[in-house]
Nanobody, 116 residues
Framework: QVQLVESGGGLVQPGGSLRLSCAASGSISRINVMGWYRQAPGKQLELVADMSSGGSTNYADSVKGRFTISRDNAKNTVYLQMNSLEPEDTAVYLC??????????WGQGTQVTVSS
């Protein structure tokens, strides 16, 4: 049984910050990529950021310079530091993990709402 437990979502004012965490546990062998997608109402699922086990990162253009992804491989945990949040960042953020066999696991999602 594999579990991805997310935390850190919530309501924040424009310009504010949040930090998301996602801890993976269970029978996940050889994790490669850890990252975050998001889905806003009426919009497609969008890759926000991910990071390989070697430290390579990808970011959506819309979050570059504002969001930072990091991970603790010893804890199988990935983080997303989100600064200068905008109303357009409002979405459900989903953690995902892909192992070296290309098996993908998903978290349950955490709501981020940016509103005054």
């Amino acid at each position: 049984q594999v579990q991805l437990v997310e935390s850190g979502g919530g309501l924040v004012q424009p310009g504010g910050s949040l930090r998301l965490s996602c801890a993976a546990s269970g029978s996940i062998s050889r994790i490669n990529v850890m990252g975050w997608y998001r889905q806003a109402p009426g919009k497609q699922l969008e890759l926000v950021a991910d990071m390989s086990s070697g430290g390579s990162t990808n970011y959506a253009d819309s979050v570059k310079g504002r969001f930072t992804i990091s991970r603790d491989n010893a804890k199988n945990t990935v983080y997303l530091q989100m600064n200068s949040l905008e109303p357009e960042d409002t979405a459900v953020y989903l953690c995902y993990v892909r192992n070296v066999y290309n098996r993908v696991y998903w978290g349950q999602g955490t709501q981020v709402t940016v509103s005054s």
